[in-house]
Nanobody, 114 residues
Framework: QVQLVESGGGLVQAGGSVNISCVVS????????MGWYHQPPGGQRGWVAT???????TYKDSVKNRYTISRDSARNTVYLRMTGLKPEDTGVYYC????????WGQGTQVTVSS
């Protein structure tokens, strides 16, 4: 059973940075494409970034050059470094294996104040 535990969010001023993490159990992060997803307040969850099993990163256009996705195979953890934060980045962030039928974790809240 795959478990996903996100953490590291918080309240950040616009222009600031935050690093969020996703500890994964029941699945090998480096053997899977892993994604980060964002759910804004009152909105739908949407894709933000992916790190492939080949360690290739792709990003939604609106976060390119601001976000960096990475992984630590030894810790079986996926990270998302978020810089140049904007109020519209506010929301709950989730990680999940791409295309996998796994339950979502609890997510981590990032709030960007203007």
């Amino acid at each position: 059973q795959v478990q996903l535990v996100e953490s590291g969010g918080g309240l950040v001023q616009a222009g600031g940075s935050v690093n969020i993490s996703c500890v994964v159990s029941g699945l090998i992060v480096s053997a899977n494409d892993m994604g980060w997803y964002h759910q804004p307040p009152g909105g739908q969850r949407g894709w933000v970034a992916t790190i492939s099993k080949w360690n290739h990163a792709t990003y939604k256009d609106s976060v390119k050059n601001r976000y960096t996705i990475s992984r630590d195979s030894a810790r079986n953890t996926v990270y998302l470094r978020m810089t140049g934060l904007k109020p519209e980045d506010t929301g709950v962030y989730y990680c999940k294996p791409v295309g996998a039928r796994t339950s979502w974790g609890q997510g981590t809240q990032v709030t960007v104040s203007s």
